[in-house]
């Protein structure tokens, strides 16, 4: 009688920072600097209550190949506590914390087994004696361009679990050129295994059912671009099947929400409107941008001060003390051309789809690029529509001061 138990968790980035939280009050940055690290824990508490079997930590443990004394410490302790209770992790890293002399696999406790570069499979025998093999490898550089699925031996059956681990992206899930260890997925599925642990898309993702073959996400947001309740998996057996539950561990959440302006809006009114919109029962603290639609319609005294932080401040500051911040106002723009009549629209579209691409911010960017948290935030189709909608409505404020002007 089977009855396995692991936990699947991947890209914690312990120590990894922020972005969108300039104005942020102190407690609100406290909060936030505390919570990939409380999101580690939640996980290994998790781990214990459940009394898992092993777990599997699939690539950017750490944010950075070499992380400070205090981010090691703090995935150090939180091992001890498995190897207190008998729980084994496996862990590899991945294209943020490739292997390198400053971790040596000693560091850490004896109940952790690193993956070295090249693909390697560890047996596991389960207290219930079952034989579990475990498939994987770590990066040794921050990016993995070849594929390595075929280092990955076929399930011999000679083991109870065969679980395969790898830290990669699926053709065409991520950007165009997969530069992170590609595979597809019948690529996977014909290794016959049990299950397949992904790590690297910092979103949950299930790409086949039975086997199972899915990514757990992160476990904490770091920007808006990583909306939504964040976690690990458990994963059991039933009958000879693996199953998993989502377990959430993110004590932060960012999320958008959508107000829709009328021509007679004012700030409190737009305030009273967001306030509404703000949700008050749930576990976490929120991390909110505002967008509002139909922004062209407020009047141009409106627009012109939520353009600069007048608006966002007095909002901050009114909310401080509720269970969410604010930290952005985004105008949508969806209807603005009706109103820049001196602008010749075909132009601008054209102009628009020429210069606002990804291709073209990346460049921009130049050396800047090295710094993975940046390119996730500008690499996105929402960073561009940002900058779209600001560039519109920047043209929009210039061309009313103008016909100001010239009425004068
Ligand atoms: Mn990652």
Redo the contacts with the bound molecule.
């Keep these: 009688m089977f009855n396995l138990k692991f936990i699947h968790a991947?890209?914690i980035?312990l120590g990894s920072p922020f972005l969108g939280l300039r104005n942020a009050t102190e407690d609100v940055k406290d909060l936030m600097h505390h919570s990939i690290n409380q999101a580690f824990e939640k996980m290994i508490t998790d781990a214990v209550a459940e009394n898992v079997d092993f777990v599997l930590i699939v690539?950017?443990l750490f944010d950075e190949p070499n992380p400070s004394f205090n981010v090691i410490e703090t995935a150090i302790d939180g091992f001890e506590k498995l190897n207190r209770a008998n729980i084994p992790v496996l862990l590899s890293f991945?294209?943020?914390d490739y292997l390198n002399e400053e971790i040596p696999s000693s560091i850490f406790p004896d109940n952790v087994q690193v993956f070295d570069d090249k693909v390697s499979v560890k047996t596991i025998r389960t207290v219930q004696n079952e034989n579990v093999k475990v498939a994987g490898f770590s990066y040794k550089a921050r990016s993995e361009p070849q594929s390595r699925i075929d280092e990955y031996p076929v399930n011999g059956n000679d083991a109870d679990y065969y679980i395969g681990t790898l830290?990669g992206s699926m053709d065409g899930l991520n950007s165009p050129e997969a530069r992170y260890a590609p595979f597809t997925k019948d690529q996977l599925i014909s290794k016959h295994y049990d299950y397949w642990a992904l790590?690297?898309i910092?979103k949950r993702v299930q790409l086949n059912d039975n086997p199972l073959i899915q990514y757990s996400g992160?476990t904490q947001g770091r920007h808006i671009n990583e909306q939504g309740v964040k976690g690990h998996y458990l994963v059991e057996s039933n009958q000879k099947q693996l199953v998993s539950t989502f377990k959430p561990t993110s004590s932060a959440v960012w999320r958008e929400i959508e107000i829709n302006c009328d021509p007679d809006d004012t700030f409190d009114s737009l305030k009273e409107k967001i306030q509404s919109k703000l949700s008050k029962n749930h576990q976490t603290f929120d991390l909110v941008k505002v967008r509002l639609n139909q922004s062209n319609l407020l009047d141009q005294d409106v627009v012109n001060t939520l353009m600069g932080d007048v608006f966002l401040n007095r909002l901050q500051r009114e909310l401080e003390h509720q269970e969410s911040w604010i930290f952005k106002i985004s105008l949508n723009t969806d209807e603005a051309m009706q109103e820049l009549p001196k602008l010749d629209e075909d132009f601008w579209n054209t102009a628009k789809a020429d210069i606002f691409n990804k291709s073209n911010i990346l460049s921009l960017m130049g050396r800047l690029q090295e710094y993975d948290f940046l390119v996730d935030n500008f690499d996105s189709e929402d960073t561009v529509n940002e900058l779209k909608s600001q560039s519109e409505l920047q043209l929009i404020k210039n061309s009313a001061f103008k016909d100001e002007h010239h009425a004068n």
């Design positions: 991947a890209d980035h690539g950017d991945g294209n943020h830290h790590g690297h910092h992160n």
